[in-house]
Every structure is written in C-alpha cells, then in structure tokens.
C-alpha cells in the first residue's frame, strides 16, 4: 500500500457494539453507517482498552495500553513523552484537525483541557455541548447563530430522557459542519480528521425530531436477570441503585420497563443523528472526489450498558456493553468490501493500522498489531490476538475500584483488586453473562488457568520502551 490515504477518523463517545443495523441490530437506523459495512471491512470482536474516556482515548491515540501512556484514569494528564498518531501523521506531512472532545487531559470544574504536542492544526475543540467553558466552540458557534445552549435545551423531561436541542443546532450537527469545511478546504494535500462528538454518551436526550421517531413500544428490554447481582461486585450492586452511584441522578432502582424502553429509543435516536451526520461527511467525500482517497474509521471509544445487567452508563464493569464497540473501516480498492472480521481486536491496533497503511513506520512503542492483513483478506482467520486486556484504574465513580479484565473467544475473567470478588464467564453457555462462575467449584481449574492468564497479559503488555539495545 503505497498511497497517502487521507484519514476520516470518526470517534462517537460511548456507543456499544451492537447498535449498527447492518450488523443486525432490527431497532436502529443507521443507513450510513450500513453502507461503511456494505462497501467494508466490519470487526464483530472489537474492544476498548478501559471503560472511561480519557484511558481509552489515551489508549488508541497512541496504540499503547492505558497503564503503559500513564494515563490511566479520568482527569489525567497524557505524559508529554507519549506521541499521538495526529502527531505521527502531521511529521509525515498531513495536515490534521479535529471537531469535538479530545479528553487526553482533564477538564472538569471550569478547567480547559491543557493540548499537549498533539499535532492538529486545526482544533475546534468542545468537550460536551454545555457551555461550561468560553472556549468551547460549539458554544461559540451557537452564539454566532444568535443563540445560546441555555435558550435551546429547555425541553420536557422526564426521570431518565429529555428532548434535546434539535439537530440543526446540535453538537453533533456542527461537528460535522466543521468536519466537512476541512474536507472541501484540503482535497489537494493529505489530511487526517478526527470527528469526536459527545453522543449518544448520556445524558439520553436526542432532539425531539429523532426522539420521536422511535416508539418505546418497539423497543427490546435489556438483558436482565433479577437476582443476577447477587454474587457480582458491590459496584454493580450500587450502581443497579443509582447510575455511577450517584444518588439524586439517575435513579436505575427506580425503573419500570417502560422507562427502559424510553432510555433506549433516545439511544438509538441519537445514534441515527449520528449516522445522519456520517452521511453527510461521506456525502462531502463523494462530492469532492476524494472518497476513494480516503480510509474511513467507524468506532466509539466504550460501550454504555443501557440497563444490561440492571446498570446504565459505564463503571467498573467489564461486559460486553461496557467493552464492546462498533469498528468499521472502508478504504475504497484498497480494503475488502463487505467483509465481516470476528478475530478479537483491540482499540490500541488502531494506530499501527493506520501507519501501516499511509507507509508510516510503525513505532517501536505501539503495543497493537496491524489490521491491514485483515483489511486486505491477507490473514488466516484467529490470526490477530488470542485474548483482549482492559483495565480499570478508579478511573470515575466508586473510589479504591482497580479491576483488569481478560476475555478470550470463550471465557472472560474479571479480577477487583484489592478485594475478594470477581467475575468468569462461559460465553459459549452463557453469551449475556449472567452466571458468574468465580465461586463456581466445577470451575475451579479455569478460573485458576485464567487468572494465571490474566497475570501473564498484565506483565505482556508493559511498556516495551525504552528498547533494549543488547544483551548488557
Ligand atoms: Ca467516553
């Protein structure tokens, strides 16, 4: 692969995996998205490398694990010697912007997010659609329109949903406005675009437009089975009370299977305003001629459990809504189109594809592996990786909560730190992971060999800098 191909990377903030309909979700529309599926390569295994945003951003950013970047934990500062694949391909000659959140630093209580040597030239940065910051672009923008987030977020509410701001006007919207002016402006050098809107990251307030689109009626109930918390972590059991144990916030005990429903059609209504807005980048794309030139990523950096389990929102948890996310990738004449992976995948190969597909080195401090056999059907199947890691280090809510994850094709194993329960599935006999096996006497010997496993991935994917320059 010899090109230069531009990057449209778009990052959606905590979309689990199984929210797009070409992949077989019946309740979701997502055209867009579908055709990214249809015309290429979609991984079924994908997994984040922590549960929280800026580690796993962190994460993929620079294909290292979160304990291996340092930042490990919301509110973290990226360590100024990690390098950022923006910054990676704008050495290479490309230049890079970005629309949205960033989060590789933090940016609570008024502060602003601290930019490290990250590369982009163009920064319309706007960490979620309040305005608690001056700078926030979007902010800034609605003003220029003569209007401000407090005079359009005033919708009905109720306990859980709230019609939001309407599309024209959305985070979301101008994300894509910016993210579409840059591919007009730089069809004649090789750019990278980072697209990071905030959704459908709660709070489940889609515009009333798209919320209404959706009938509750029509929509699944989690996966739940009462009782099934029983012997699962006392984080779970805080956060089936109150979402990321917050009282006075989302009250998850409090639930009727309506409300459930409620909370997931406003899910899947602002994850079609995201697709809506996917099209029209790859409508800019066809429009300018460069969609050939261009190698498209799909993806979100988490999951969000919206009520498997009993819980919403993201924690401390390790299943499949938590950890699982959408990744698709199309890079037309290039990639195989309508191919579908199931190979386990792990956010952090993210970097190394992308360098190894602009002819970039691939740095000797990635810790992920190139995709590009796999995008380019040039792999045996199960080639990749044999299990996936992901770590959690007292990362949000629940303070003292260090938990580490190991999931092969079959088993998954969960350790806490630094207290005495855990979790292990079978997710052959129990693909929604309501039995957890930890205390299970029959599986006494796979939680041993797993937990030896689980020790082994946590050794192996420790900083391999600074290299090793001889045997003495
Ligand atoms: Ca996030």
Known sequence: MTTRPNILWLCTDQQRWDTIAALGNTSVRTPHVDSLVNDGVAFTNAFCQSTVCSPSRASFL??????????????????ERETLISRIFADAGYVCGLSGKLHLASCSDGKVE??????????????????DWEENAYSQWLKAKGTSWEEIYNGPTTGYVKDGVPAALHQTTWCTEVAVDFIKRHRDEPWFFSWNPFDPHHPFDPPPEYLARYHPDDMPLPSYQPGELDDKTPYQQLDHEWAHNSPGEFHVGGMTDDDRRAVTAAYYAMIELVDDQVGRMLAALAETD?????????????????????????????????????????????F??????????????????????????????????????????QSEKGTIRDSVFCEYYNSWTHPRSYGSMLRTDRYKICVYHGIEEGELYDLETDPHEFTNLWNSADHADLKQQMLKDAFDASVFTMDPLPPRLGPF
């Open 62 to 79: 620079t294909g290292r694990y979160p304990r291996t970047t340092g930042c490990r934990q919301n509110g973290q500062t990226l360590p």
């Open 114 to 131: 601290v930019r490290g040597d990250d590369g982009y030239s163009e920064f319309q940065w706007s960490h979620h659609p309040p305005p």
């Open 290 to 334: 460069q969609a050939r030139d261009t190698l498209v990523i799909f993806m979100s950096d988490h999951g969000e459990m919206l009520g498997d389990h009993g819980l919403y929102f993201k924690g401390p948890h390790f299943y499949e809504g938590a950890i699982r996310i959408p990744l698709v990738m199309r890079y037309p004449d290039q």
């Open 336 to 377: 195989s189109k309508g191919e579908v992976v199931d190979d386990l995948t792990e956010l952090l190969d993210l970097a190394p594809t992308l360098c190894d597909a602009a002819g970039i080195d691939i740095p000797a401090g990635m810790q992920g592996y190139s995709l590009v056999p796999q995008l380019t059907g």
